[in-house]
């Protein structure tokens, strides 16, 4: 049973235009999501986090908005760029008190293509 | 660069002899992942290290093992590969206080068994 899901598995936009990636999730003890980009031939990194006590993290063109109620969360990239191109995975952790060894459960990913 | 790192990049190994890999890292981070990922599939926890401690997955097949001798290796044994475990291995590291709960990721290793 897929807890996180990434319905499209790829999208394309054009160069200058907005890339929306979307994810939903069915486990309401999630309380942290996170981004990752992954380019061939390289592992997954870090790209942007939300916490659950918020609906908005913006980091430069990257912006994730989450909407708890809809357990739904969405990554913006505006503007996109041919550098984006990758597969977006999203991923969602439960909080672990006493703990640091926060398990990531992960969608599927979306392949972004940015065409020039 | 500080880095996470898995060997080797490629690896092919016969239905049934059992095959390592290996990951490294210049982190000093103190927890340890291995993830498996098969193709146009979510990555799948498979266990993990928080210091020493071993922490298994509840639906990891037993044939899955690991290893973590330092706190900058750990590795990953595959007792019996079956056609099934060809997949991409995926290696992260994390440390206690990171605030965005981020993992750090090494490259993959790709078995293929044949």
């Known amino acids: 049973d897929q807890q996180v899901k990434q319905n499209s598995p790829s999208l394309s936009v054009q160069e200058g235009r907005i890339s929306i990636l979307n994810c939903d999730y069915t486990?309401?003890?999630?309380?942290?999501f996170l981004w990752y980009k992954k380019y061939p031939a390289e592992g997954p990194t870090f790209l942007i986090s939300i916490s659950s006590i918020k609906d908005k993290n913006e980091d430069g063109r990257f912006t994730v908005f989450l909407n708890k109620s809809a357990k739904h969360l969405s990554l913006h990239i505006v503007p996109s760029q041919p550098g984006d191109s990758a597969v977006y995975f999203c991923a969602a952790s439960v909080g672990n008190s006493g703990g640091s060894n926060y398990k990531l459960t992960f969608g599927k990913g979306t392949l972004l293509t940015v065409n020039p | 660069d500080a880095m996470v790192i898995q060997n080797p990049r490629y690896q092919v190994t016969q239905f049934g002899k059992p095959v390592t890999l290996s990951c490294s890292q210049t982190?000093?981070?103190?927890?340890m992942y291995w993830y498996q990922q098969k193709s146009s599939q979510a990555p799948k926890l498979l266990f993990h290290y928080y210091d020493k401690d071993f922490n298994n997955e509840a639906d990891t097949p037993d044939n899955f093992q690991s290893r973590r001798p330092n706190t900058s290796f750990c590795f990953l044994d595959i007792r019996s590969p079956g056609l099934g475990d060809a997949a991409m291995y995926l290696c992260a590291t994390s440390r206690d206080g990171q605030p965005r709960r981020e993992q750090y990721f090494g490259p993959g290793t790709r078995l293929t068994v044949t």
């Open positions: 982190l000093n981070h103190n927890v």
């Open positions: 486990n309401s003890m999630f309380d942290y």
